[in-house]
């Protein structure tokens, strides 16, 4: 069954560090998302792209943070200059082109980043 | 602004009961829901989606159904087992499009033999 890859599983960073999140979103889908989830709370929206751009980004996603889909299959997230309070999972997401099952998110199984 | 919430925090119980848990939403104008199980430490496994204009959706031992203009969702969980321990997690989809998703805070559920 396709899934959602991300890469890689635990990074451990100094604060002040840039950082690359990895994802390979399922072949055929046509929407990526990231999200985070800070431990012990809720999974919160960063942000969604669309056909080679971003549609939409929440407050979170400020300068210090990028996405790229460098390639026909990657999807990247970078965060410049780490902070501690950037320590949380990072999920990455993909959804299918509208069809019988439009808008079901699929996630990946996350990257737990620690800035230290 | 879209708030989710799911009551109760946390469950606790025998194995075989039967669980209902609870998800609701402040504003009904939504594109769908979708309901994720979350084992510790792990990613977001998708159990059912429901579209705005579906009541409900079954598979195998789950059971979500949608009531729009309440602002309600709730997940069946029949004859509950110790593998169905993990947290429950709902989130929806505003209505225009593939927009992001809003998650609830989650029910964790521990299921003991």
């Known amino acids: 069954e396709p899934e959602v890859t991300q890469t890689p599983s635990h990074q451990v960073t100094q604060m002040g560090q840039e950082v690359i999140l990895r994802c390979v979103p399922i072949s055929n889908h046509l929407y990526f998302y990231w999200y985070r989830q800070i431990l012990g709370q809720k999974v919160e929206f960063l942000v969604s792209f669309y056909n080679n751009e971003i549609s939409e980004k929440s407050e979170i996603f400020d300068d210090q943070f990028s996405v790229e889909r460098p390639d026909g299959s990657n999807f990247t997230l970078k965060i410049r200059s780490t902070k501690l309070e950037d320590s949380a999972m990072y999920f990455c997401?993909?959804?299918?082109?509208?069809?019988?099952?439009?808008?079901?998110?699929?996630f990946g199984q996350g990257t737990r980043l620690t800035v230290v | 602004k879209q708030e989710v919430t799911q009551i109760p925090a946390a469950l606790s119980v025998p194995e075989g009961e039967n669980l209902v848990l609870n998800c609701s939403f402040t504003d009904s104008a939504i594109y769908n829901l979708q309901w994720f199980r979350q084992d510790p430490g792990k990613g977001l496994t998708s159990l059912l989606l429901?579209?705005?204009?579906?009541r409900e959706q079954t598979s195998g031992r789950l059971n979500a159904s949608l009531d729009k203009s309440s602002g309600r969702s709730t997940l069946y969980i029949a004859a509950s087992q110790p593998g169905d321990s993990a947290t429950y997690l709902c989130?929806?989809?505003?209505?225009?499009?593939?927009?992001?998703?809003?998650f609830g805070a989650g029910t964790r559920l521990a299921v003991h033999p």
């Open positions: 997401a993909s959804s299918p082109s509208p069809g019988n099952n439009a808008g079901e998110a699929f």
């Open positions: 429901i579209q705005s204009s579906q």
């Open positions: 989130a929806v989809r505003r209505s225009g499009g593939y927009n992001k998703l809003i």
